[in-house]
């Protein structure tokens, strides 16, 4: 059947109008932003995957499938995503941030295979970069043929008159001359015993220059700053380094208040567009600043917690353990928290609704710890204190992380670092209690992760691969280390996104990406919850977005127009 219709010249134009008016309107609203053509991995409610996203002022403001958000809006600028993957911006829930920066002006012992290979990088930074003091930081015993402490012997022939300090890779242990040893008062007299540390010496009652835990501090302390103008340059090498891994928030796990003050100005200037988290390193003037300042939540600061050190480092035979370790007799690691102090300073907190968030390696720190936190917190609770690694935790103790609401803030690079020698420290009954991600989860329905950089490699696709595979990057063991507690790839990213923003208070502003939140994004080639685990060590990052600014796209691909 056919039809006819009549219109005038003048209703033919108006219709024409209309019908313009009408298709226009699906791009009338301007945004900032528009990021398309991809995969847009949100992690909300539903676990949508959309195809494009509009940004304004810094915050999602619609996602969507690709027509719908290209007809609703019009954009300055659009990134063709190229069929990328978009996911929310990943956050390191335990790190150190100013630590890895400063490390960068010093001597590189990580990856040395053994001690003369340290003693010698050590002497041709120095040739390169003179200083008063020799630093550097990164040696592990664990990783060398023998695997017993060194001594100061080849450092005292390198550098006889020049003071030396070298830390292990865990910053829980140091190795230094006999000049260091002198200035610290440490060479002539009988050694001190240090509460929380030990200067181990050899069969003579002599410093051989090992320090360990808060002897370490007795050195450290005399080591002068470097000059503030290389320490800004080292921490923009930092920030650069960080974003080029899809990095945009970072929680610095125990800076003074003059560090956390120069970052605050940094960020004000713009220089440092990284989001943090500052925690408060843990001592009563600290704390009383703390409490004087308040809590301080800027859209790119959080301070409102403090990390306390409750033992060791299970690599330096620091961790406190409820029984001897292994392969030292008598030896159960180190308290370096007074308790009496400890327990005071947490009711600071409490009384001032601040965060607590403890360093705790051994199964004994972890029990004394969630005793006094049980104590004050009386149960469920929305405080988020925080236990940083829980790396032996008994049965019993995996539970009251649930009936208390304590986060576990754990670091799965620590476990495929560790896994070849922890056994031997630990015992083969105990090891099984190390490393219990997925038991720890399940407490809680929660997990934060982090690196603990620069203990580890700042790199967030080791710690995905880490977490759900539990191998090395060659693949060993085969089946993975203690696989029962790896994470599922949601898990392990929720655990990289969504819950660091939940363990800071930052939930309804980060961690997913849905409308009202910061538009804070890492692309990458490749979908981390389809792929094989250790395939996302291979992982391209193209771009990584803060608050709508793209602070970092491959030049190789750019897309942004």
Same mark, same amino acid.
């Given at each position: 059947m056919k039809y006819r219709t009549f219109f005038s010249a003048a209703q033919l134009a108006t219709v024409a109008l209309?019908?313009?008016?009408?298709?226009?309107?699906?791009?009338?609203?301007?945004v900032d932003l528009i990021v398309h053509n991809g995969v847009v991995v949100t992690l909300d409610s539903e676990n949508t995957i959309a195809q494009a996203?509009?940004?304004?002022?810094?915050?999602?403001?619609?996602?969507?499938?690709?027509?719908?958000?290209?007809?609703?809006?019009?954009?300055?600028?659009?990134?063709?995503?190229?069929?990328?993957v978009l996911t929310p911006g990943l956050l390191d829930g335990h790190a150190h941030l100013v630590g890895y920066a400063d490390g960068l002006l010093e001597a590189n012992l990580f990856g040395t295979s053994e001690w003369e290979e340290v003693v010698q990088r050590v002497v041709v930074h120095q040739e390169e970069w003179p200083s008063e003091w020799a630093v550097g930081r990164g040696w592990d015993q664990n990783d060398w043929d023998s695997q017993a402490f060194p001594d100061r012997t080849l450092l005292d022939a390198a550098f006889p008159d020049q003071p030396v300090a070298l830390e292990r890779i865990d910053g829980h242990a140091m190795v230094v001359n006999a000049e260091a040893l002198k200035r610290a008062g440490l060479l002539t007299g009988t050694v001190p015993d240090i509460e929380g540390g030990e200067v181990v010496i050899d069969a003579s009652g002599t410093p051989t220059g090992v320090l360990v835990d808060n002897a370490c501090s007795l050195v450290a302390e005399l080591i002068p700053p470097h000059p503030d103008q290389k320490r800004f340059e080292a921490l923009m090498e930092a920030q650069a380094n960080l974003l080029a891994?899809?990095?945009?928030?970072?929680?610095?796990?125990?800076?003074?208040?003059?560090?956390?003050?120069?970052?605050?100005?940094?960020?004000?200037?713009?220089?440092?567009?990284?989001?943090?988290n500052a925690l408060v390193s843990a001592s009563d003037e600290n704390i009383e600043w703390l409490v004087d300042e308040g809590q301080r939540m800027t859209d790119r600061l959080v301070v409102n917690g403090v990390k306390f050190y409750m033992d060791g480092a299970l690599g330096s035979r620091g961790a406190l353990l409820r029984q001897p370790y292994s392969d030292r007799t008598g030896w159960f690691g180190l308290a370096t928290q007074r308790e009496e102090t400890y327990q005071r300073q947490l009711e600071t907190l409490l009384g001032h609704n601040l965060q607590a968030a403890t360093h705790c390696i051994g199964d004994s720190a972890t029990t004394f710890v969630l005793n006094v936190y049980a104590a004050l917190l009386e149960g469920p609770n929305d405080r988020r204190w925080r236990i940083e690694h829980a790396q032996v935790v008994s049965t019993e103790d995996v539970?009251?992380?649930?009936?208390?609401?304590?986060?576990?803030?754990?670091?799965?690079?620590?476990?495929?670092?560790?896994?070849?020698?922890?056994?031997?420290?630990?015992?083969?009954?105990?090891i099984r209690r190390a490393y219990a991600y997925q038991e720890l989860l399940q407490a809680l329905g929660m997990t934060a992760l982090g690196t603990d950089?620069?203990?580890?490699?700042?790199?967030?696709?080791?710690?995905?691969?880490?977490?759900?595979?539990?191998?090395?990057?060659?693949?060993?063991?085969?089946?993975?280390?203690?696989?029962? /507690?790896? $994470?599922?790839?949601?898990?392990? %990213?929720?655990?990289? =996104? @969504?819950?660091?923003?939940?363990?800071?208070?930052? *939930?309804?502003?980060?961690?997913?990406?849905?409308?009202?939140?910061?538009?804070?994004?890492?692309?990458?080639?490749? /979908?981390? $919850?389809?792929?094989?685990?250790? %395939?996302?060590?291979? =992982? @391209?990052?193209?771009?990584?977005?803060?608050?709508? *600014?793209?602070?970092?796209?491959?030049?190789?691909?750019?897309?942004?127009?």
């Open positions: 209309l019908l313009c008016v009408t298709g226009c309107s699906f791009q009338s609203e301007r996203i509009a940004v304004d002022s810094g915050r999602v403001v619609a996602v969507g499938a690709e027509r719908a958000v290209l007809n609703k809006y019009k954009a300055a600028r659009t990134l063709d995503l190229r069929g990328g891994q899809g990095i945009v928030g970072i929680t610095d796990a125990g800076l003074p208040p003059a560090e956390i003050e120069r970052l605050d100005s940094l960020q004000r200037t713009g220089d440092l567009k990284l989001r943090i539970r009251r992380f649930g009936d208390f609401s304590v986060i576990p803030s754990v670091q799965p690079t620590h476990a495929t670092s560790d896994m070849y020698w922890a056994g031997e420290r630990l015992g083969r009954n105990r950089f620069p203990v580890e490699d700042i790199d967030p696709r080791k710690t995905f691969a880490a977490a759900v595979a539990r191998m090395d990057a060659d693949g060993f063991p085969v089946g993975g280390f203690q696989s029962e /507690n790896a $994470l599922t790839p949601e898990q392990a %990213l929720r655990g990289m =996104t @969504q819950w660091v923003a939940l363990a800071q208070f930052q *939930e309804n502003e980060l961690g997913t990406i849905e409308p009202g939140k910061w538009a804070d994004f890492a692309w990458m080639d490749r /979908n981390w $919850l389809e792929i094989d685990a250790q %395939l996302a060590r291979g =992982t @391209q990052i193209n771009g990584t977005c803060i608050a709508g *600014e793209w602070c970092y796209l491959d030049s190789e691909i750019n897309g942004l127009e």
